[in-house]
């Protein structure tokens, strides 16, 4: 099974500056079609999970372009430019590219510091 | 608007059984894959479980493989899951998730399984 390993796994951030979580994968995640199946998620607290980049790079819906997605291969990157409140809570990677299983990082908690 | 509303969580012995449901609207739910993801009480998410569109392919994870068992209705836009056999450890709020991408996320419903 593909392992991923998000790191740091606490992120206290002040408000206003950026953030940035890595998330690797223990083999590449380029699918045999091209893509790369690699997806993050926001779970605020006391909510259930929501995606908020899609393909490594590609912004759901609704998602402040503050949320940046970049990587390739086994490394990738989750940046946030300028923290607000709101963005508090944990952060989870999630490769679909060699499933089942699906697999998702331990998760990054991000506070305001 | 896309909805997914998981149902059935409950307070159970070890060993007992139980069936979660998951009622879809606002997409046409026989078009995708679902699945059913937990998060056990102050952990990481952890993928169950996957059924096709057409509900010919499913999928475990090692985890419940042999215990639960994935199912759908497309008539009626709703996902199940038959949870047999449950430990202490299968503790968590349960969660259906649209789509091999994970798109959109349930609210989730807590088993709690204990003595």
């Known amino acids: 099974d593909v392992v991923l390993t998000q790191s740091p796994l606490s992120l206290p951030v002040t408000l206003g500056q950026p953030a940035s979580i890595s998330c690797r994968s223990s083999q590449s995640l380029v699918s045999s079609d091209g893509n790369t199946y690699l997806h993050w998620f926001q779970q605020r607290p006391g909510q259930s999970p929501r995606r908020l980049i899609c393909?490594?790079?590609n912004r759901d819906s609704g998602v402040p372009d503050r949320f940046s997605g970049s990587g390739s291969g086994t490394d990738f990157t989750l940046k946030i430019s300028r923290v607000e409140a709101e963005d508090v809570g944990v952060y989870y990677c999630m490769q679909g590219t060699h499933w089942p299983p699906y697999t998702f990082g331990q998760g990054t908690k991000l506070e305001i510091k | 608007e896309v909805q997914l509303v998981e149902s059935g969580g409950a307070l159970v012995q070890p060993g007992e059984s139980l069936r979660l449901s998951c009622a879809a609207s606002?997409?046409?739910?026989?078009?995708?894959?679902m699945n059913w993801v937990r998060q056990a009480p102050g952990k990481g998410l952890e993928w169950l479980s996957s059924i096709s569109d057409s509900a010919s392919t499913r999928y475990y994870a090692d985890s419940v493989k042999g215990r639960f068992s994935i199912s759908r209705d497309n008539a009626e836009s709703s996902l199940y899951l038959q949870m047999n056999s449950l430990r202490a450890e299968d503790t968590a709020v349960y969660y259906c998730?649209?789509?091999?991408?994970?798109?959109?996320w349930g609210q989730g419903t807590l088993v709690t399984v204990s003595s």
């Open positions: 393909k490594v790079f």
């Open positions: 606002g997409f046409t739910f026989s078009s995708f894959e």
């Open positions: 998730a649209r789509g091999g991408w994970h798109a959109d």
